[in-house]
């Protein structure tokens, strides 16, 4: 198997917000027990309540704004993806000083890397998880992410011991040389994952791959070890 490369040039998340929208939600999936809801962040579609309705209704505790953090920071330490088998530890990346993303060990078939630039999991954001699709022995943990089905939830558990769990929205390619820098590491006004490998076809030529595979996901749950 060929030696995956996967430097990709990095726009800060302080930047300009994403040039186009974010790819739209899948259906809500059944939350874990004793998982957490993350609050809405679309207006309900529903009527408001009539004035008598109003008046029978109990008060209830308000919901946190979308503007409000989800979870405070925490690196994270396990990432899970039952739909194509993995589980797998993480490493921290940086950027370099050309503004490239550092890839995890290119000899650790079973390694993500999280990216230290990016908020932490559960965070209000877009966190950002990079993974090798193959090395030279063989295939690497992203290698089934271009296969990874719409509504699929990725888990992942962060160093202060909570597991929050994304939903996939959807899988996109995009050619290397053409890469939505924005798009993928833009801000976010909720908490927003990216998992990123690569795809497309093997350049022998420049001993990398021709595309990037991006999946895009929100956080639709968060759990206590308790």
Not at 120 to 132: A, L, N, Q, R
């Amino acid at each position: 198997m060929a030696l995956f490369g996967i430097l990709m040039i990095f726009k800060p998340l302080n930047g300009p917000q994403a040039s186009a929208p974010l790819p739209p939600r899948a259906a809500a999936v059944p939350r874990p027990a004793g998982a957490r809801p993350v609050p809405s962040q679309a207006p309900s579609a529903q009527a408001g309540p009539t004035q008598s309705e109003s008046a029978q209704a109990e008060p209830s505790e308000a919901e946190p704004s979308p503007s409000e953090p989800v979870l405070g920071f925490s690196p994270p330490t396990r990432l899970r993806i039952p739909a194509i088998g993995v589980d797998a530890p993480f490493t921290q990346l940086a950027a370099q000083a050309s503004g490239e993303i550092t890839p995890p060990a290119a000899d650790d078939q079973n390694l993500v890397g999280w990216f230290n630039g990016s908020v932490s999991p559960g965070e209000h954001g877009t966190s950002v998880v990079i993974g090798h699709v193959d090395t030279k022995t063989g295939p690497a943990v992203f290698v089934g992410l271009s296969e990874l089905p719409q509504g699929s939830e990725v888990e992942i558990t962060r160093d202060d011991g909570v597991t929050v769990t994304y939903v996939v929205d959807t899988i996109e390619a995009f050619a290397k040389d053409r890469f939505p820098d924005d798009l993928v590491y833009g801000e976010s006004d909720d908490a927003q994952l990216r998992l990123i490998t690569c795809g497309g076809a093997y350049d022998r030529n420049v001993m990398d791959y021709t595309e990037n595979v991006v999946a895009f996901a929100h956080l639709e749950s968060w759990q206590d070890e308790d």
